[in-house]
């Protein structure tokens, strides 16, 4: 039968060892977590560069005027009206 003595540097050895454990899994946890943050923060930042380079693009786009556009309907209907 082991004695007290041994009994106690036991508990003390599985206490140091319980906590050694529990100080893995807390840093096993945090890395994790910063690799997490880490992927989402380079997929909003490649999303943003899309984005802006395709907002830079669109300004640069060809489109007929607006104004044009309701002139163009305007004198459709003027020469229809007048067919009439």
Not at 28 to 47: C, E, G, H, P, Q
Not at 62 to 67: C, F, G, L, P, Y
Not at 77 to 82: E, F, G, V, Y
């Amino acid at each position: 039968m082991p004695s007290t003595a041994a009994k106690l540097a036991s508990g003390v050895g599985l206490a140091g060892q319980e906590s050694e454990i529990q100080n893995v899994m807390n840093k096993i946890t945090t890395d994790k977590n910063n690799k997490i943050a880490d992927s989402f923060d380079k997929v909003f930042l490649l999303a943003a560069i899309i984005l802006i380079a395709t907002c830079f693009i669109g300004i640069f786009t060809d489109r007929k005027d607006a104004n044009d556009t309701k002139t163009a309907i305007a004198k459709g209907l003027a020469k229809s009206l007048q067919a009439d």
